[in-house]
């Protein structure tokens, strides 16, 4: 299985460990990563349903890039207190890579507050947080200030996640499959056509200020291994009606990873 095969994180720094320990996730139901219908394939996925490769990429990006919506950076806080929000308690929004519930409120730049935390880092093709690719709400997440400036711009590969390792970062088991799916979104739907850079995944880590985010293959293993949960459809399911009106398709198909790449 994918999952066995993937690497033990490596010992965290002391930074990460004071914001993390303690901290429990909330359980969330997970959806087999297998080939899937969903109630969309007639409608918004009919030009995708059936291909393959780099023929299924680019009807997806037409897709995907049709028709959206688009906020600004500022709209992001309110945005993500509605497709984040804690569906245990409607005050709060999960926090990515921790999982911590904590109130909408404290949403800012101290310690103890959560911010927007681009996946895709915003150096990574220079997009910056303009808007499109800086505010789409697709790869945008609340994280704790601490954790998230841990990250930094760090490339995804498994090991990392803390201030030793420092050429890359791996989530926790439970944020790994939605990350990649995020990353993997960003590469279809920039593609270079439309002001910004051409965004794609690689098998590199230190990708710098370069259009690119690795490990490809990591994400892939991570998509596999943690399919899309309740929570995560949830949220694709708010942009689609409320914000972006665009969708992931890798929530709704998670096998369309492997059929692309």
């Keep these: 299985m994918l999952a066995t095969r993937m690497h033990r994180w490596k010992s965290v720094a002391l930074a990460t460990a004071a914001v993390l320990v303690g901290l429990a996730a909330p359980t969330l139901t997970a959806t087999p990563a297998s080939a899937t219908t969903t109630a969309y394939d007639s409608t918004y996925y009919k030009n995708a349903v059936g291909k393959t490769g780099t023929t299924l990429k680019s009807s997806l990006h037409t897709i995907i890039s049709s028709n959206v919506t688009k906020i600004s950076y500022a709209a992001v806080w309110n945005a993500l207190m509605a497709t984040d929000q804690d569906p245990n308690n409607s005050?709060?929004?999960?926090?990515?890579?921790?999982?911590?519930?904590?109130?909408?409120?404290?949403?800012?730049?101290?310690?103890?507050?959560?911010?927007?935390?681009?996946?895709?880092?915003?150096?990574?093709?220079?997009?910056g947080?303009?808007?499109?690719?800086?505010?789409?709400?697709?790869h945008l997440r609340p994280a704790d200030v601490q954790v998230n400036s841990i990250r930094g711009n760090l490339d995804f590969d498994n090991g990392g996640g803390s201030t030793v390792d420092s050429d890359s970062f791996a989530p926790r088991a439970a944020d790994r499959g939605d990350v990649a799916r995020m990353i993997l979104y960003m590469a279809v739907r920039y593609e270079g056509d439309d002001g910004f850079a051409d965004l794609?995944?690689?098998?590199?880590?230190?990708?710098?200020?370069n259009p690119y985010m690795g490990k490809l293959s990591v994400l892939k293993a991570w998509s596999e291994a943690d399919p899309p949960s309740a929570f995560e459809e949830n949220r694709n399911q708010v942009i689609y009606d409320t914000y972006q009106h665009n969708r992931n398709p890798f929530i709704d198909h998670p096998e369309w990873v492997e059929a692309i790449w």
């Excluded at 947080?129 to 697709?138: A, C, I, M, R, Y």
């Excluded at 794609?200 to 200020?209: A, D, I, L, Y």
């Design 91 to 127: 005050s709060n929004v999960i926090l990515l890579y921790s999982g911590v519930s904590r109130a909408k409120s404290l949403n800012g730049g101290d310690v103890g507050d959560w911010n927007r935390e681009h996946t895709w880092a915003k150096s990574h093709g220079d997009f």
């Design 129 to 138: 947080e303009v808007t499109g690719p800086g505010t789409d709400l697709h």
């Design 200 to 209: 794609e995944p690689n098998e590199k880590v230190g990708n710098g200020s």
